[in-house]
């Protein structure tokens, strides 16, 4: 039996899993602290990994640290993101393949996962040494998976197209899909996904007069996990819950109507619109009611539910 292991390395979450095991998640942010001792307590979500020569904190732990370093502002397809990142996710050793997951097909890309994880990997996470050897890596397309999972679960209206949004922490993709599994147009928009909503808070008026005021700078990274948690108060005291509907609705709003634009010549025969991802659920509320419009229970574990079922 080959062992088969799936990562979806984000910009804002990393989720990797291994067949038959559940989903495990981790900040998209590390910081390296090979050279200092500012090292706190190991946690199993948020570890700390030796991996060619170098120390790294991984996950909520290094969102704290001044020197961190984010997939959303850097880029995930940077070898020193996904490599530390899928790696961190086994837990035991392994011999097999990696299935990965990509916003769209694209050579280089592909080929750079592939020359640096096809191989022979040690990693010392939190105090335990793993060996993995790599076989090969196998791609497959974010949002697509997921749509196809959901018309085999009946989620999804058979007799119509769908038009699937996938809103990630960088990146928004959409694709248009039939229940025959049909690509009729798909686009991977970068820098529109929580990134984006982020920035628009934090050069909000409200947000700018804090800094003023305070002379503080605010960090995306950190706005980004204040929308997750649902508090919408960067740090401890700056509440931004009075101009946050506002700027959810506009931000929502434009991504639609560019989305509608760009895909209008296939949109007559869709029945369905699902959206999935980590920002899906901030507009949960908005659309549960509207017919058509469809949201998975955990919209983040969309994509890396779909390949594990596969």
Same mark, same amino acid.
């Given at each position: !039996? ?33 050279? /200092?001792?500012? @090292? ?12 060619? #020569? ?7 732990? &290094? ?7 984010? &997939?959303?502002? @850097? ?10 990142? /899928? ?6 050793d392994? *011999? ?11 050579? +280089?890309?592909? #080929? ?20 993995? @050897?790599?076989?090969n ?14 018309? @085999?679960?009946?989620?999804? *209206? ?45 050069n909000?008026?409200?947000?700018q007069?804090?800094?003023?005021? *305070? ?7 950190k706005? !980004? #996990? ?16 009075s ?7 506009? +931000? ?18 869709? /029945? ?7 920002? &899906? ?16 229970a955990?919209?983040?574990l ?7 079922? !596969?």
């Open positions: !039996m080959i062992n088969i292991y799936c990562a979806d390395i984000g910009n804002y979450s990393s989720i990797t899993a291994l067949k038959g095991e559940k989903p495990r998640v981790m900040r998209s942010v590390f910081q390296d602290v090979t050279y /200092t001792s500012a @090292r706190d307590l190991d946690t199993d979500n948020s570890p700390s990994i030796k991996l060619d #020569d170098k120390v790294l904190v991984l996950g909520d732990r &290094a969102t704290k640290q001044k020197n961190s370093q984010t &997939a959303a502002e @850097r880029g995930k397809d940077l070898p020193e993101f996904f490599k530390p990142f /899928t790696l961190a996710g086994l837990r035991q392994f *011999d097999g393949v990696v299935r990965f997951l990509v916003p769209e097909h694209s050579q +280089w890309h592909e #080929d750079t996962i592939r020359r640096t994880l096809v191989a022979e990997h040690q990693i010392n996470v939190n105090g335990t040494n793993y060996r993995h @050897r790599i076989k890596v196998e791609f497959f397309l974010e949002t697509d998976v997921a749509v196809i999972n959901a018309y @085999r679960n009946g989620k999804l *209206d058979m007799d119509g197209d769908t038009l699937a949004i996938d809103i990630g922490g960088g990146t928004t993709n959409y694709v248009v899909i039939t229940p025959s599994s049909e690509v009729l147009t798909r686009r991977s928009i970068p820098k529109v996904g929580g990134v984006s909503l982020a920035n628009d808070i934090i909000s008026d409200l947000m007069s804090y800094a003023k005021r *305070d002379n503080v700078a605010f960090k995306v990274a706005m !980004m #996990d204040a929308i997750a948690d649902g508090s919408f108060t960067y740090g401890r005291k700056y509440d931004f819950s101009v946050f509907p506002g700027l959810l609705e506009n +931000w929502f709003n434009n991504l639609m109507d560019s989305i509608s634009t760009a895909a209008n010549d296939y949109l007559a025969d869709v /029945t369905n619109v699902m959206l999935i991802g980590g920002c &899906a659920n901030l507009v949960r509320q908005k659309l549960s009611a509207k017919q058509g419009f469809y949201i998975p955990n919209p983040q969309s994509n890396i539910q779909a390949l594990l079922a !596969m």
